[in-house]
């Protein structure tokens, strides 16, 4: 019996149990669409939280106190120190962190507040969108001047470019008129979204108008050259700021873009966990195909008979059960690819990041996932009909 042969029989078996083949395609279809839509919709999401973290310019280095001793402070000279003396370093920025509020004529709000200095662009990366940065002769007068970005001025003015505007800060307890020189693309939107309202602001504002001394900072941020072993750089910073500045108290330094990658990790078991449900789903379907050509096998045990009694091959009736199994979970995964990316498509009118995502990939990759599991799952029966004797079916 020749192969074409087998595949007209195989239809016309599925054609002879319409409803039972329908089912069959059904359930894989459902099955492949939800593995679809999981594995993009993560995709997109793993993007989303990776977008989200490059927004607040996190990258290279962060050098902190872990166990502070008495007094002890980072300073600026000791940034300059690093940038001048370890060649690994690009750039180094101290940094001024406190909390406080944000005010105007109508709008008020809880804010953290960066202190940095004229590096600021160099050592995060932040998108400029109109103004300028920080200039060095206006940390040096410790003039009051702050950026903010464009999600806070939407916030505080209904528009993008607010540079000149005022905004009155209070920080420590004090209120100061500060004047918007600068404003930025939107920060930890992703972050917002969350944390909704109790995520606050970021104003940056010059470290010395948050230092109680001119030269205090609480960190220093620092920007490596490119290619940089990050473990190795943050080894030699720390040995040269206990060796040659002898900073007080126990000196921390970490890989701030390890927050991506520890971001990526979560994203990733997140996406395990979803994609282990939608396989769960796919490999019930892929039963029912089994099921359903078991009891096939059952119920046409005297045309199997009648089959091998005119000479028809073992090989042949495991073709016939094989070619049955591959194109019900064929079909059934080409219609699930389509809903899916038909579904997809419609989102990506709404979130264009997703048209983003290599959906000819996962609509080819899937039916032949399903093509190749309805091989598996359609031998055991091939195998039981194949092993009947004609004799006795008859």
């Not at 919709?41 to 793993?46: E, K, N, Q, S």
């Not at 990759?365 to 598996?376: C, S, W």
């Amino acid at each position: 019996m020749s192969r074409r042969d087998c595949l007209r029989l195989a239809l016309r078996q599925a054609r002879g149990t319409l409803l039972r083949s329908a089912i069959c395609v059904a359930s894989v279809a459902v099955g492949v669409c939800a593995m679809l839509l999981i594995v993009c919709t993560v995709a997109f999401g793993r993007a989303q939280v990776r977008e989200g973290l490059d927004a607040l310019g996190v990258s290279g280095l962060t050098v902190y106190l872990e166990k502070p001793g008495s007094g002890a402070v980072f300073s600026a000279a000791q940034a300059d120190a690093l940038e001048e003396n370890l060649p690994v370093v690009a750039r180094a920025m101290a940094i001024k962190a406190g909390s406080g509020q944000f005010r105007t004529g109508h709008e008020q709000g809880a804010a953290v507040f960066f202190g940095v200095d004229e590096r600021l662009g160099e050592v995060m990366k932040l998108g400029l969108l109109h103004g300028s940065l920080f200039r060095a002769r206006q940390i040096d007068n410790a003039e009051r001047v702050a950026v903010i970005d464009a999600s806070l001025a939407q916030r505080l003015f209904r528009r993008d470019n607010v540079v000149g505007k005022e905004l009155r800060l209070v920080i420590g307890g004090e209120e100061q008129p500060y004047k918007i020189i600068g404003v930025i693309s939107s920060q930890a939107s992703l972050l917002s979204g969350i944390a909704g309202p109790f995520m606050p602001n970021m104003v940056y504002v010059p470290y010395t108008c948050l230092a109680t001394d001119a030269g205090q900072a609480d960190q220093i941020f620092i920007q490596c050259i490119a290619n940089a072993d990050l473990d190795a750089a943050g080894a030699q910073v720390e040995r040269f700021l206990c060796e040659r500045q002898q900073v007080g108290g126990e000196i921390a330094v970490k890989s701030l873009s390890g927050a991506l990658d520890t971001a990526d990790e979560l994203v990733g078991l997140v996406t395990l966990a979803f994609f282990s449900i939608a396989a769960i789903a796919f490999v019930i379907a892929m039963l029912g195909v089994c099921g359903s050509l078991l009891a096939a096998a059952d119920e046409r045990r005297p045309d199997i008979g009648i089959f091998l009694a005119i000479g028809a091959r073992r090989k042949d009736i495991i073709r016939i059960f094989l070619y049955q199994s591959m194109s019900l979970c064929l079909l059934g995964g080409l219609l699930g690819s389509g809903a899916g990316c038909a579904l997809l498509w419609a989102l990506a009118q709404r979130l264009p990041l997703l048209a983003s995502i290599p959906l000819w990939q996962a609509a080819v990759a899937f039916p032949a996932a399903a093509g190749l599991g309805g091989t598996v799952c359609g031998l055991l029966p091939a195998l039981r009909a194949s092993r009947l004797d004609p004799i006795e079916v008859m």
